[in-house]
């Protein structure tokens, strides 16, 4: 076993274990040299907690974040259900941190479709925030599916955040 592989190691059991102080003070460390493989324990140690200091920290941890690969830790928990508290603070780190999840569209739309119409919102802000050209059949098809939700939908107020996600998705630049 390297000296890197007992750190983490070591991480993992603190962020697991520890104290909300002592994972509190391994967050302000982890800013400095964040580990890819901690991230899940990270997200499971904040789905578990109560401590709304520690919650306020690990959101602002994922917000900070400048890995791109912990995207695809962040878009499993959001499809987790055991995650469905925190859903919409996961989908807000997506537009307020620097990460491109763009690559997720397809996710994205199926997550609001999914969802209440706070999911909807949130999902409308982190497209409207994609900086990227995408496949025009890409974006046909995330309308069409928009379209057949608009369909079966009876709540207006549903009804009318779908339509602007529809507007958000609709003005996508396409390739």
């Known amino acids: 076993m390297t000296k890197l592989d007992a750190k ?3 991480q993992i059991e603190l962020l697991k274990k520890g104290s909300d102080e002592a994972v509190l003070r391994e967050l302000n460390t982890l ?3 964040g580990s890819l493989p901690l991230i899940p324990v990270i997200l499971e140690r904040w789905k578990n907690s109560t401590n709304e200091t520690l919650n306020k920290s690990i959101f602002e941890f994922m917000v900070d974040i400048r890995l791109q690969e912990a995207l695809s830790e962040i878009i499993k928990a959001i499809r987790n259900p055991e995650f469905a508290e925190r859903k919409n603070l996961l989908i807000a780190i997506l537009w307020q941190s620097v990460l491109d999840p763009s690559e ?3 996710d994205l739309i199926s997550i609001a479709l999914n969802g209440d119409y706070m999911t909807i919102l949130e999902v409308s802000t982190v ?5 990227a050209v995408f496949n025009e059949q890409e974006v046909m098809d995330a309308i069409y599916q928009i379209d057949e ?13 779908l339509i602007s996600l529809k507007k958000v998705v609709s003005q996508l630049p396409v390739d």
């Open 149 to 161: 939700r608009l369909d079966e939908e009876q709540d207006e107020i549903q009804k009318n955040i």
């Open 104 to 106: 997720y569209l397809e």
């Open 8 to 10: 983490i190691i070591s």
């Open 127 to 131: 497209v409207e925030s994609f900086d």
């Open 31 to 33: 800013r400095k040299d």
